[in-house]
C-alpha cells in the first residue's frame, strides 16, 4: 500500500518540489492549502502535477479545519513547510509572522498528536534562527540568536517540535535548512529579484535595481536538493535535527555579479544601487552552514552548484516574463 504525505505549503518553492520528488516515490499526496489563497497561488507550482495530487482546505490557524484534514487524510507522514517566511515582511508583520510560524506548527503538533500520533512528522526550520550567532561555521549546536520575528517564531517552533517529540513520543524532526533558491522563488526574495531585475535591464524595461545590503552573505542551495533531505530525515530510525547546507557562502555582490556578467551587462555596479527601505532594521550579516551530520547520518549531498542554480533561474524566470 502507498504511504500518503500531507504537506502544508505544497503551492510554495519547497512544496511544489517535494511533491513532485514524494510522487515519484509512489506516495499519496494531499495538499493542505488556505481557503483565503487564490486560484493563481494556490496551484501556479503545481499545474504540471495537479492530476496527482489531493488538495484539501485547512489553515494552520484554524485547529478544527487541521482536524479535518488529518481525519480525512490520515497521513504516515506530515511535511509541515507553511509559513510567512520573508524576513524582512516580517518586521512589518511581526503579530501575523508570529502567529502562521509559531502558533501554526503547535496547531499542527497538536493535530498530528491528537489525529495521526504513529505519523513522521518534518517541521521546515530555517538557519535564520542562529542569528548573529558566534559559532562557525555554524552547525547543529551553535548557538541561537534571532535578529528577526521570524526567526524568533521559527526558533519557538523549533523548540515545540522538540518539545512534542520527548513530551508526546512523536516522531518530529528539525530540518534547520539554510537559504535555498530556484525558478520557483517567489519575486521578493534576493535571488529572484536580482535574476528578474537583470533580466529587466537586458531587455530595456528598466534601468536600475535597488536592493538592501549587498555584503550580506548566505549559504545558497537549490531547494530541489534540500526536499530530498527532507525526505530523507523522516526515513531514518530515531528523529533528529539537521542542518541542511552546501557549506559556501555567498555575498548579495557576488550574486549581482554572476548574473549580471551572464547576461552581457557588465559591471552590475552601473546598475545595482542600495535603498534604505530594503536593509533589515537588524542586519543578519552572514550565514555559512555545517551540514556533515546530514552527511554522515542521511547520506545527502547537494547536487547543484549555486552557479548551477543561478543558471536555471536565469533561463526559466526569463522565459517566463521575457519570452
Not at 484539501?56 to 478544527?64: C, I, S
Not at 505519523?119 to 542562529?130: D, K, L, V
Not at 545590503?213 to 530523507?232: I, Q
Request: charged content about 25%; aromatic content about 10%; proline content about 4%.
Amino acid at each position: 500500500m502507498a504511504k500518503k504525505a500531507l504537506i502544508t505549503g505544497i503551492a510554495g518553492q519547497d512544496g511544489s518540489y517535494l511533491a513532485e520528488l514524494l510522487l515519484d516515490k509512489g506516495y499519496e499526496v494531499c495538499g493542505m492549502i488556505p481557503r483565503r489563497s487564490t486560484p493563481e497561488t494556490q496551484t501556479m507550482r503545481l499545474e504540471h502535477i495537479i492530476g496527482g495530487l489531493r488538495l484539501e482546505y485547512g489553515d494552520v490557524l484554524d485547529l478544527a479545519s487541521i482536524y479535518r484534514v488529518m481525519k480525512l487524510v490520515q497521513p504516515d507522514e506530515i511535511y509541515h513547510l507553511a509559513a510567512q517566511s520573508h524576513v524582512q515582511i516580517s518586521f512589518t508583520e511581526p503579530i501575523h509572522t508570529t502567529s502562521v510560524v509559531s502558533l501554526g506548527t503547535l496547531n499542527m503538533l497538536e493535530a498530528t498528536a491528537e489525529f495521526a500520533p504513529q505519523a513522521r512528522f518534518y517541521h521546515a526550520a530555517s538557519s535564520e534562527i542562529f542569528g548573529n550567532t558566534p559559532d562557525y561555521p555554524i552547525n547543529e549546536q551553535s548557538r541561537m540568536i534571532p535578529c528577526s520575528p521570524y526567526a524568533a517564531a521559527k526558533l519557538n517552533a523549533y523548540h515545540l517540535t522538540q518539545i512534542f517529540r520527548v513530551s508526546k513520543k512523536l516522531f518530529a524532526v528539525n530540518g534547520i535548512l539554510f537559504n535555498h533558491e530556484s525558478p520557483r522563488r517567489g519575486l521578493n526574495f534576493v535571488t529572484a529579484k536580482v535574476v528578474k531585475g537583470a533580466l529587466a535591464i537586458k531587455h530595456g524595461q528598466a534601468q536600475k535595481l535597488e536592493l538592501g545590503n549587498l555584503d550580506a552573505s548566505r549559504d545558497w542551495g537549490h531547494a530541489k536538493d534540500f526536499v530530498e533531505a527532507m525526505w530523507l530525515m523522516l526515513q531514518q530510525d530515531q528523529p533528529d535535527d539537521y542542518v541542511v547546507a552546501t557549506g559556501r557562502e555567498v555575498t548579495v555582490r557576488d550574486l549581482c555579479r554572476y548574473v549580471f556578467e551572464c547576461l552581457g551587462l557588465g559591471d552590475y555596479r552601473e546598475y545595482v544601487v542600495t535603498a534604505e527601505r530594503f536593509v533589515r532594521p537588524y542586519e543578519l550579516e552572514h550565514l555559512q552552514g555545517d551540514a556533515s551530520k546530514a552527511r554522515r547520518l542521511l547520506g545527502w549531498e547537494p547536487r547543484y552548484t549555486f552557479e548551477q542554480m543561478l543558471d536555471e533561474m536565469i533561463g526559466e524566470i526569463g522565459a517566463r516574463f521575457f519570452p
